[in-house]
């Protein structure tokens, strides 16, 4: 069948799955109300006077002018929420991670938004801006937004020294952090007018976790199987030891992630690497691999087919290692989140998952987001192996 045939079948096939749930499960019920201000509340704002004086994440009361036309969106996983949002074209700078295009990252936002890297540099490094390249840009932003801390100047410095407004944002994730993913896509919504479109993005991620969640929601905790991630990168590519105790799609999906008994549970960082004897006496029942793994020499791949010891585990044994798409390689990617989840739902439980194949999730997902399905585009960047059973000793 030809590819695009087969996605739009299983598009369709997904979005009925995603409206009804799943019958077979006991359907997972909406929170109460969904964090962050509400519709009401933006209107309440955008009402008051000529400019919407709101407060950012950090506590400081910005004035905010209407009818923005230019941006600057700096930070891991500000220029992302920009693309959720569809507004990149607003966009007058990028981050020097966004600009790369010797070793450029396979970021789902810049495989469907190419122009991006076109984009001129409001700084030297990732993550620092300059007032003296903000303002000598051709195009004078109207607001400056940050997402996470800058440690080489201050918000309040910043704007400043450049004259132009700017709210500082926290990039969320999918769990126990919701409540800040929720206030920084509204607060991106309302200062551009996009509040509708923040709110469907904001009903997408809860129907898909919901779906997630009515799959499994009968699997009790001695039923849970046990899974290792390997190769996890923040963002360099490491081996198969590297690995992480705070990992989302394993908080969306009800399975005994290894790595906690190893890390820190206090981090959020993440990234920490176990000796191969404790890999070998977790026998977990299937082991994922964050495909960034793949541009390495010896990638974590290389490190399985090369180990007795590791080859003797169950989950080679009986071909359970699988792909992933990376989740942190410039903030938390949260469809790469979701997409991961799939995957190993399908992979620990398939009889969860019968009707779901994950490529076809996966641009599903992206198409909603992004206006297109992007997988196999992203693909290329992992040998073709993401989403899929990983070929050993071939």
Known sequence: MDYHIGIMAGLLIII???ISGCASTEKAQPPESIPGPSIIDLEDIAATNSGIVLTDAIGREVTVPRNITHILCSGPGCMRYLSYLRETEKAVAAD???RDTVSPAPLPYLVANPQIRTLPAAGKVTDAIEPSRVTGLNSRPDLIILMGDNPQISADELQRRTGIPVIVLQDGDLSYRRNAMNYSLRI?????GKTERAEEVI???DKVTENLQ???STISDFQQKK???GGYSTPNPEGLFSTTSIYMPLRLIPAHNMAEEYGNQNSLSGAFSIPKEALIRMAPDAIFLDMTTWSLKESAVADIEKSESINGLPAVRQDEVYGLLPTALYGEDHESDLINAYVIGK???PEKFTDVDPKVMADYIYAFLYGEPIFEELNKNYGGMALSRIPLFT
């Open 16 to 18: 009925g799955v995603l």
């Open 96 to 98: 020097q991670v966004e």
């Open 188 to 192: 991106m919504g309302l200062v551009l």
């Open 203 to 205: 009903r997408f991620f």
């Open 214 to 216: 009515a799959r499994t």
């Open 227 to 229: 899974s290792y991630l």
């Open 347 to 349: 992979a620990l439980y």
